[in-house]
């Protein structure tokens, strides 16, 4: 079977994306074989592009998360068809028309979640849920950048968790912070003091998803002594109170949220989506670091 793979031989800007034909392997042991309907963008995806992050060797692929369908199985994979609607993490790259995943982190795709959104959700669900156990037993928690995917679903998870969440975005966006169940402000000079105007005590904790200075001080400002101010945005704290957080697989809590969307406790905002022919545009929006919700190629 053929695959188109998005795939670059060096880093820079989206013009070094190329579509690639290759020719599938026969299917190794514990590996599904999936034709694509949709997968995630993530801003990593983009990183590694430009060779901000470089995990792996050129030429890379990309993409973390799908969805799709099954259209091959190893013998004796029993609780799994071929025909059968799934989504779930990667393997090595997603953003390609076929490709084959560990059986172990394949998740049913709910007949009421479409396909964007069912491919967007595996990195950011897993990311959120990662990130919360991590910060443990909170009142109150502040997120910097809460419009974006990992913070439109951390803001509902801590929500339903009971946690009372501040969370900043720029101004277009306040009112869909408020939506999900934040108390929004806006990010940009002054920020402590708006911060302080809304909440007056000290936050348990704050996440930040935006890696920007400003975020770091304003959480130095505004966090308890002991609380903890943890980042995701993988760029290099200036205080070493920051502690740096980072994504872990697992397929339970992922299905714990694909759940929770499905039965409409969760919202789930793709706010664009793109041809795969299109990849490059995709690439050079998820850079811009404004997406709402989440962005996902359709294939
Ligand atoms: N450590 C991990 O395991 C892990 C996992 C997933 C993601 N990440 C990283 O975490 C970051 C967030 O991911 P994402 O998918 O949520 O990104 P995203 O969808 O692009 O969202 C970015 C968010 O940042 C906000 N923002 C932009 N400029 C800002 C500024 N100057 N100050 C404060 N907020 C600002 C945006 O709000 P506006 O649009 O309103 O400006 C938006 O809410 C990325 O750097 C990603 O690579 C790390």
Redesign the pocket.
Known sequence: MQSTILIAREYGTPDVLEFFDQALPELAAGMARIKVKAAGI???DA?RMTGEFRHAALPQGFGTEFAGVIVDLPAGASHWATGDEVLGSGAGFTHATVIDVPLSNLVARPANIDWPVAGSLA??AQ?AMTILDEIGDVRSLLI????????SITIQIARARGIEVVA???A??LGYLAELGATPVE?GPGLVARLEAVHPALFDASLD????E??TQASLARVRPDGLIGS???TPPSSERVQA???KRSPAKLKAVVDGVAAGRFRWEVSKTFPFSDAADAYGA?LG????GKSALVF
């Not at 998803?209 to 920007?212: A, E």
């Not at 670091?289 to 709402?292: C, E, I, L, W």
């Open positions: 993530n801003p990593i990183r990195g950011v990311t910097h950048g809460g419009s974006g995917g990992v913070g900043t975005a720029s277009r966006n990010y998803m935006s890696g920007t400003e975020a995701i945005a993988g957080l980072w994504t998820i670091g404004h997406t709402r």
